[in-house]
Nanobody, 126 residues
């Protein structure tokens, strides 16, 4: 059973930075994608960034390009989301997710991911 645990959320001022971590355990997949998703209060969960474990390919939502960076540490089975120049609209719960079946065409779709962490709250004050 795959388990994902996010950490690193908190309160930050607009313009500041925050780094989220997602530690994975129990994984048996040899090829999978990991994604970060954001859910603002009262809104649907939306794609932020994703990385494929093979090939190092990364993907970003237009709203975070140039501000956020997704990376991984294979030795620690951990994926990171470095968030810079944060804006109040970045406030919400950030979830990491994983699935071995997502493709390039579906990597941005929350419904395609079967394994989710519990989420970590990020609040950006103006």
């Amino acid at each position: 059973q795959v388990q994902l645990v996010e950490s690193g959320g908190g309160l930050v001022q607009a313009g500041g930075s925050q780094r989220l971590s997602c530690a994975a355990s129990g994984r048996t997949f040899s090829n999978y994608a990991m994604g970060w998703f954001h859910q603002a209060p009262g809104k649907e969960r939306e794609f932020v960034a994703a990385i494929r474990w093979s090939g190092f390919a990364t993907y970003y939502a237009d709203s975070v390009k140039g501000r956020f960076t997704i990376s991984r540490d294979n030795a620690k089975n951990t994926v990171y989301l470095q968030m810079n120049r944060l804006k109040p609209e970045d406030t919400g719960v950030y979830y990491c997710a994983e699935d071995p079946t997502v493709t390039i065409r579906t990597i941005t779709l929350p419904v395609e991911y079967n394994y989710w962490g519990q989420g970590t709250q990020v609040t950006v004050s103006s």
